[in-house]
């Protein structure tokens, strides 16, 4: 269907040429029609076999951004030195030259007071070119502080999958050889990562398989699955388990994977403890100690109590799931991890998937496939003294404190928390920022509670924003560096996986850049280690230059000479012949940037069976990987497991700390002052923040379901709306415990009562002025971030976006 859709170009003489979108973390490889000058069409590049050249709605949407009038064209500085929600910046067109003379300077201030860990760099979206701006930049310049956006993301999801397998990161899901699809709080017709693939195999899948999802709202997939489960908030690990109760009560578990009584009589009876030496495991850790704590009274009957879903509702999923097992999916999605006790929510959901056999398997859950890029030189030869001595320090956000374990990967204070690094700045804690530099990001906006960040960017005495747009935080920056736009106007490469295949695929300039932008993550960088040389610290340009271009062995002597030999450099694997390694083969550098994308091998299924990175190489019920993090931070604070479980906000004590459990959901605001738990969704239309500004983000608005277009509706159940006084098209006010927004009220029946459901997107007040109501003035609609605590999932450093507070809804 694709190859028809592109089959008809819009012009005759016109090229389609390999480009990568970033709308969202799927990061699909695409092909751009380019006219003279111009993009014209983008469609899905046919030789990915992750995409299978499909795309998404939003991919067309890019079009919209790289020409919209409202972007940055050239860098401006503010001339106002007041810095507030209020105060207009006054920026002012400036030179290149002026700009990055002007940072560079600040620099090199903090390094002649070697006072280098005050300088700060936020990431947002990035390529894999990152780490010469994110990294290897802030090393050399002496501070600790790259902090990502990974914490407001997702990282929660990647907790359960390593506290049981061993793998954090994001999985891909089988979906054409699964007979049951379970999915908790993800919408992958919609945004839930590989939307172009999962899309375009669903009609199959649905043919094949059976498909539950559980969420509080009838999302895209929940609108076309086989059953929709409306759970109560916050309550997917009562009901993850009860999946397991049935499972192992009924002796649906996979004997092959989980191993298996050893007289074979089953001896999981509900209520009753089992002798585990009666019991032979074989590829899992701990089943019989997990259903001694736990599991085994986790009965349909009780679950039904917690989750507001029907007894049979719950066995039917639950028999149905495990039936199908190896080829059941349970496929956890943001929804029941990103909350404050969602780590242990994402194991609960996740560990389904080792109970019947999925994991690793044909029709199940699967890893990322191997891929073969290069990571950039190294550093350390050009970090000096100062350097050394600045990266030292305590990082800003805080990330390892007793209240923040942060046990990324299994090691206490490894994981980034973004969002307390509003506090951290703030409250000087443990230091001062001086000079911040953020891209990509908009954390005045994306961040729960947001005004923390308004607050701390006025703090900062020097902000410098590279960014396509005056976004919320360009608002309180003192320097806007315009930006080239991802798909169509530089080089970069990101890696993404489905489909059972892993591909790397390429950005690259493709058409004329209609303003004076440069690129974030290698033109900007080069430059500014330019300015930084030419003040007499030139460690940064050296670095740079070790960035040699693998066909000729020529450094880099410009900006542009550096952002095509690094791609080159960390690709080279994949397209020279003479270093070939797996997956699709290339003549060469040329070959492989018209093509766009390269292919890994098959997934080989069953590798990992055994062979886990977790502490007992198996798939753990019972984490032993979890239990030796946890204990690492209590001995780093010289205290027990159980103090540093209840200082985070969990109930967990004893041994339950180490198993995936059940814990009431932790909800901001008392149910009389704020009667409904307030739900956060995604958009099938945004590209993460960047659609603001489209007009075609409003025009096609309804294409979520409940949502009006040119409207920011807040959905509610006609049952409550009743019983307050709201018909659909009211104006109205939504008060949290922590902000107020305004709104359209909409009559829905497709959320649960008790809840009401907004869209994360609008609320924009600057950004552009079709975002705004009135730019740098009012929003256009409210922000959900206003209405929602700042709270994390404190073992993993994520931000709470899901049952996380209670609100209040008036009519004005
Ligand atoms: P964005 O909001 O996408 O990124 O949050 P952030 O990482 O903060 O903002 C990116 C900003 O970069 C834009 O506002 C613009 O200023 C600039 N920009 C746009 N395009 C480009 C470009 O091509 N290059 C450069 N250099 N700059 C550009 C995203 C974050 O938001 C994410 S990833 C998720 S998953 C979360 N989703 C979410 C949610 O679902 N609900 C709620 N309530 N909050 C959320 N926040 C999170
Ligand atoms: Fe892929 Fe996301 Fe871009 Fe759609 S918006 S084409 S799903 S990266």
Same mark, same amino acid.
């Given at each position: ?30 092909? /751009?029609?380019? /006219? ?29 951004? *790289? ?28 030179? !290149? ?35 010469? $701006? ?70 199959? *899948? ?35 388990? @009860?999946?397991?109760? *049935? ?42 100690? !997990?259903?001694?704590?736990? /599991? ?5 009957? !009780? ?48 560990? =389904? ?13 699967? /890893? ?33 404190? =007793? ?75 003192? =320097? ?25 695929? $390429? ?85 492989? =940037? ?34 030796? @993090? ?79 277009? !040119? ?7 006609? @049952?409550?709306?009743?019983? &307050? ?8 006010? &939504? ?78």
């Amino acid at each position: 269907a694709l190859a028809e859709a592109g089959d008809t170009p819009p012009e005759e003489k016109g090229t389609w040429h390999a480009g990568t979108c970033q709308g969202c973390t799927s990061w699909c490889a695409k092909q /751009v029609y380019v /006219v003279g000058d111009r993009a014209v069409k983008v469609r899905g590049n046919p030789h990915s076999k992750v995409c299978v050249g499909a795309s998404c709605v939003r991919a067309h949407m890019a079009l919209q951004q *790289v020409y919209d009038p409202d972007r940055i064209k050239t860098p401006m500085k503010r001339t106002n030195p007041k810095k507030g929600r209020h105060e207009d910046p006054g920026f002012v067109p400036i030179s !290149w030259d002026e700009a990055l003379d002007t940072l560079a300077d600040k620099i090199m201030a903090l390094r002649d007071a070697d006072e280098t860990h005050k300088y700060m760099l936020m990431r947002g979206r990035y390529t894999y070119m990152r780490d010469i $701006l994110y990294d290897r930049m802030t090393k050399i310049i002496g501070s600790p502080n790259n902090i990502s956006h990974s914490a407001i993301c997702a990282e929660a999801e990647k907790f359960g999958s390593y506290y049981t397998e061993g793998y954090w990161s994001y999985r891909q899901y089988d979906v054409k050889k699964a007979r049951y699809v379970l999915i908790w709080g993800a919408d992958p017709l919609a945004a839930n990562r590989q939307v172009p693939f999962y899309t375009s195999v669903w009609g199959d *899948v649905m043919e094949r398989a059976r498909v539950a999802v559980v969420e509080p709202r009838l999302s895209a997939t929940a609108g076309k699955a086989d059953e929709w489960l409306p759970i109560v908030p916050g309550q997917d690990s009562a009901l993850a388990l @009860a999946i397991a109760h *049935v499972i192992l009560t009924r002796g649906l578990w996979s004997r092959e994977f989980v191993g298996d009584f050893k007289d074979g009589s089953n001896r999981f009876v509900p209520g009753q403890t089992v002798d585990e030496s009666t019991f032979d495991e074989a590829f899992t850790h701990g089943v019989v100690a !997990w259903w001694n704590l736990e /599991v085994k009274d986790r009965s349909p009957a !009780w679950a039904a109590e917690k989750t507001g879903l029907p007894v049979a509702q719950i066995l039917r999923v639950a028999e149905d799931f495990g039936k199908a097992a190896p080829r059941a999916i349970s496929w956890v999605g943001g929804g029941p991890s990103m909350q404050v006790r969602g780590g242990y929510g994402s194991m609960a959901c996740h560990a =389904l998937n080792g109970l019947v056999g999925a994991c690793d398997n044909e029709g199940g859950t699967l /890893v990322s496939n191997k891929e073969y890029t290069r990571k950039f030189p190294k550093p350390d030869a050009f970090m000096d003294d100062i350097a050394k001595k600045g990266k030292k320090h305590e990082k800003i956000d805080q990330r390892g404190r =007793l209240t923040f374990p942060a046990l990324k990967s299994g090691k206490p204070g490894s994981a980034v928390l973004t969002n307390n690094a509003a506090d951290g700045i703030l409250n000087e804690d443990p230091y001062e920022i001086k000079v911040a530099v953020g891209y990509m990001n908009n954390f005045t906006f994306s961040c729960t509670q947001p005004d923390r960040w308004e607050r701390a960017l006025a703090k900062i005495p020097f902000v410098a924003h590279l960014t396509t747009h005056a976004s919320e935080f360009s608002w309180f920056s003192d =320097l806007l560096l315009p930006n080239t736009h991802h798909l169509f106007e530089k080089y970069g490469y990101v890696k993404s996986i489905a489909n059972g295949y892993r591909h790397v695929t $390429l950005m690259q300039p493709v058409i004329k850049r209609i303003g004076d932008y440069k690129t974030d993550e290698t033109e900007v960088p080069w430059l500014l280690a330019e300015k930084l040389s030419q003040r007499g610290f030139d460690n940064l340009l050296r670095h740079y230059k070790e960035y040699r271009d693998p066909e000729t062995g020529k450094e880099p002597t410009t900006a542009d000479e550096f952002s095509l030999y690094a791609l080159k450099y960390a690709t080279q694997s994949l397209w020279d012949p003479a270093q070939y390694k797996g997956g699709d083969k290339f003549n060469g550098w040329k070959e492989f =940037l018209e093509t766009g994308v390269w292919n890994s091998d098959p997934y080989p299924y069953r590798k990992r069976w055994g062979k886990m990175k977790t502490a007992t190489e198996k798939f753990e019920f019972y984490s032993v990987t979890l239990k030796n @993090a946890l204990e690492k931070h209590a001995k780093k604070h010289k205290t027990t497991v159980d103090e540093v479980l209840s200082a985070c906000n969990y109930e967990a004590q004893g041994e339950h700390a180490f198993i995936p459990h059940h814990e009431d959901p932790f909800t901001i605001g008392d149910a009389d002052t704020y009667p409904f738990v307030f739900v956060d969704h995604k958009s099938r239309l945004n590209r993460e923040g960047r659609s603001a500004n489209c007009t075609w983000y409003y025009d096609f608005k309804d294409l979520d379901p409940g949502d009006e277009p !040119w409207q920011d509706v807040a959905k509610i159940n006609p @049952a409550d709306a009743k019983k &307050i006084g709201i018909k659909s098209g009211d104006t109205i006010r &939504i008060t949290s415990p922590t902000g107020t927004i305004e709104c359209t009220a909409k009559l829905w029946e497709g959320i649960r009562p008790g809840t009401v459901a907004k869209c994360f997107g609008q609320g924009h007040w600057a950004y552009g002025r079709v975002a705004a109501g009135e730019f740098g003035k009012t929003p256009r609609g409210g922000n959900n971030n206003d209405l929602i605590p700042a709270e994390y999932d404190r073992l993993s450093g994520s931000t709470v976006r899901h049952a996380g507070t209670r609100v209040k809804i008036e009519r004005i």
